[in-house]
């Protein structure tokens, strides 16, 4: 049931705040409460409401972003929800005034001369004659739309809007008599030219009354420039990079190189000396969505408002087009590439993927990166463009140290370092986004927004701003591809909630829970995890609560022979910090000591923070952990471990690590270096199995193929597993049944034609004989 006072007093609030600031500070309220009304029982008496909101919703977007066509759909819903809404009408005549501002734009005439021959003047003058008649119908009907629109204006805006219309019905109706006066000396001046007098007289007077009907149009014109119909101004370079979001200290140093520039073009002015000038090659760094291609834009803009460089043209190129694939191509792309630039500015994207790690002899980087610099160099090309070169932070550090000829020409001075957008930033660039496409975000799918940039925000390869792009679209896809397209209310076409933005992740089929439990044996083990588990999500429900948090430490060593299940545990370990929130991913990097140690200096440090960033939002299983540490001075394992704790306290929570190994042997890992131990709080001990555990795995296996073990097999087995030591714990399960299955199937083929179903299912004891034989085991 309708509730007029819920309603009324939720209105009242609103316009309160819209009267006092001339906007609602909060668009989403509106919504809500839009919502509400489309999802009322009783609709009846709500169409005044919906008109009253729609309306404060159109003056808020005009207020902030200006009359866009988002605007005048949510105008157009509140005249037609309430055709006599003061707020709404009001807007539309102040929105139909600007509509006339180019009333006068087309209106031009021909370069009349007294020096001109008799039928150039008769041309004339049947032009002017044909152009009045035009223009007095269209002034005729240009009138009687103002002075409707002013009848319109009187019960609806202020005084000052209704002189403006007052005004420009003056305008027009001064220039319908000039327009008739200029068609009368038209005439005379026409059939002066074809009679036996001619008199300058009547072309003076076309002149004349061209001069007044010019003199309307300038008042025009200024009538509208100073009575909210400003002419949109182009903004310069430095307008466009202050009205960008975030980046406040690029805006800072940016604003302090114009300044620059300008001191130095006043200097030039003043005829003084400039030796030394200021380089123009700029690096760019920072990860990718940061706006380094924008920022090149703009600097180019720069360049070319300052008088620095003629042209704000950017030639955006990166390594495929200036690396070739035989002897010359390379110095060929390079020179054209720079000559297109010439005047402008030469952007590289990715510029350290010129120079590949270990690259080969018919790999032509080198070449391209040397052409650069002596073009930079060359007298026919220096200082006639700016090079811009983009791309990671610690790629392109070491790619311009690894060349000390490009570096010198980049100036420490000119490298401008690109931060990651924070997550309001990035909401912020959403909701532009939306807006762009006509669209405004609910309160909830700002929410669900925050959700899906925290769990993308893994490593440096999350897109910022490109991200939330690919983020707001798929959010306009999924409203798109949802929406019924009968009778659906305004806001289904014009707003994007929480919904649109979910991200419907497929749920696995058995919980991180239920795998721990279906495991054999490892009770302790279990009960472990659990506990830590149970500790990780309080720390998460106090956060929500606003409580203090302990600092959470996941990072753990498994000790155990092989094959005890650590590897298993540690799966199903990352997915239950996924699963309690405190992992984004959730995956599980199986790593060794090759993965990380190099083949000579430096080498290894790359692989190895190469290696966590493959792993970071989940957890690194670094097995047999302790071949890392070596007491040998040339060993490059030392410099695994120290940048591993390096690593693991730069990404705090977004990296799990867990050490795998021999007990004895991971003790001495630990105590080679105090901070690596420090980091490790949670020692976990896997034992053997037990026989009885171990044939249950071996059992579980088989079923799990559908194979099954005969009794005698079973008997069988689990006299062997009582007087064999089995090493080899789980692996030798699993590789016991393969090994069988192979058997099986070796003995089926040799069998008769005809195959009993049930035959192909049953593994026998001597199937598992033969098998164990091949593992290396005595046979009973």
């Not at 924008?294 to 495929?320: C, F, M, N, Q, W």
């Not at 192909?760 to 033969?770: F, G, N, P």
Request: aromatic share 8%; charged share 25%.
């Amino acid at each position: 049931m309708l509730d007029h006072n819920y309603y009324e007093e939720k209105i009242k609030k609103l316009t309160e705040e819209i009267n006092k600031n001339g906007y609602i500070s909060d668009l989403h309220t509106i919504l809500n409460v839009l919502a509400e009304i489309e999802n009322d029982d009783s609709p009846a008496g709500t169409y005044s409401y919906k008109s009253e909101l729609f309306s404060m919703l159109a003056e808020s977007q005009k207020f902030l972003h200006g009359e866009n066509s988002l605007y005048e759909t949510w105008l157009r819903e509140a005249v037609s929800a309430d055709a006599k809404n003061k707020r709404a009408n009001e807007l539309l005549v102040r929105s139909g005034w600007k509509k006339y501002r180019e009333v006068f734009s087309t209106i031009e005439f021909p370069l009349i001369r007294e020096t001109d021959n008799r039928t150039a003047k008769k041309k004339i003058a049947e032009e002017y004659i044909s152009l009045c008649k035009k223009y007095m119908g269209a002034m005729a009907e240009e009138r009687s739309n103002l002075e409707q629109s002013l009848e319109q204006a009187k019960n609806h805006v202020d005084f000052d809007i209704i002189q403006n219309y007052e005004t420009a019905i003056s305008l027009l109706f001064e220039a319908s008599k000039g327009f008739t006066k200029l068609l009368q000396a038209a005439k005379e001046y026409e059939e002066s030219i074809s009679g036996v007098f001619h008199t300058s007289t009547h072309f003076n007077d076309m002149k004349e009354h061209l001069d007044r009907i010019m003199e309307v149009k300038k008042q025009w014109t200024d009538l509208f420039q100073t009575n909210n119909g400003v002419l949109p101004q182009t903004k310069d370079a430095l307008a466009e990079l202050q009205s960008m979001i975030g980046l406040t200290e690029v805006k800072n140093r940016m604003n302090e190189y114009y300044r620059f520039l300008q001191y130095q073009n006043k200097r030039k002015e003043l005829g003084l000396q400039i030796k030394d000038e200021l380089s123009l090659n700029m690096v760019l760094t920072g990860n990718p969505g940061t706006g380094k291609t924008t920022i090149a834009r703009l600097l180019a803009k720069i360049y070319h408002e300052l008088g620095v460089l003629p042209r704000e043209e950017v030639i955006e190129v990166d390594r495929s087009q200036l690396v070739g694939s035989f002897i010359g191509q390379t110095e060929e792309r390079v020179q054209n590439a720079v000559e297109k630039s010439l005047g402008g500015v030469l952007f590289i994207d990715e510029a350290y993927s010129l120079k590949r790690e270990g690259q080969s002899g018919n790999d032509y980087g080198q070449t391209a990166i040397d052409t650069l610099v002596s073009l930079m160099s060359n007298q026919k090309y220096a200082g006639k463009f700016a090079v811009i070169l983009a791309g990671y932070p610690d790629e392109m550090r070491q790619f311009l140290q690894a060349n000390p000829g490009l570096r010198s020409r980049f100036p420490q001075s000119n490298h401008f370092q690109l931060p990651d957008y924070t997550t309001e930033e990035l909401l912020q660039l959403a909701e532009g986004m939306a807006r762009d496409n006509d669209y405004i975000m609910t309160k909830d799918a700002s929410n669900e927004l925050e959700l899906r940039i925290e769990a993308e925000k893994v490593d440096e390869t999350f897109g910022n701003a490109r991200t939330v792009r690919s983020i707001v679209s798929d959010a306009i896809f999924n409203r798109g591809a949802r929406t019924d397209l009968d009778e659906q209310p305004i806001l289904h076409y014009t707003s994007l909630t929480g919904e649109d933005f979910r991200r419907n992740e497929i749920k696995p089929t058995i919980s991180p829970g239920e795998k721990l439990g279906l495991l054999i044996g490892l009770e302790e083990i279990k009960k472990e995890v659990q506990a830590i588990i149970a500790f990780v999500e309080m720390q998460q429900v106090r956060r929500n609560h606003g409580l203090q948090a302990v600092p959470i430490q996941s990072h753990a060593v498994f000790t155990g022979n092989p094959g005890t299940g650590k590897t298993t545990v540690a799966k199903i370990y990352s997915e239950f910090l996924k699963e309690t929130g405190m992992l984004k991913r959730g995956h599980l990097i199986v790593a060794g000591r090759s993965d990380f140690v190099g083949e000579y200096v430096g080498q290894t440090a790359i692989k190895t923070k190469r290696k966590i960033r493959e792993a970071l939002g989940g957890v690194l299983f670094i097995d047999e952990a302790y071949s890392l540490f070596s007491k040998s001075e040339n060993d490059f394992g030392k410099e695994v471990i120290d940048t591993l704790v390096e690593e693991m306290t730069k990404h705090n929570e977004n990296l799990v690590v867990v050490l795998a190994g021999y007990s004895n042997e991971m003790n001495s890992l630990l105590e080679s270096n105090p901070g690596l131990r420090s980091r490790f709080r949670k020692f976990i001990h896997f034992p053997d199995y037990t026989t009885e555990e171990l044939l249950q795995i071996i059992e579980n296996y088989a079923i799990h193929y559908q194979y099954k073990l005969e009794d005698q097999a079973i008997s069988w087995l689990m006299q062997y597993l009582t007087l064999y030591q089995v090493k080899g714990n789980g692996r030798f399960a699993t590789s016991l049944i393969d090994e069988a299955i192979q058997e099986q199937a070796m003995r089926l083929i040799n069998e008769s034609s005809e195959k009993d179903p049930q035959d192909l299912t049953v593994l026998t004891t001597d199937d598992l004989k033969k098998a164990a034989e091949k593992l290396g085991k005595s046979e009973m």
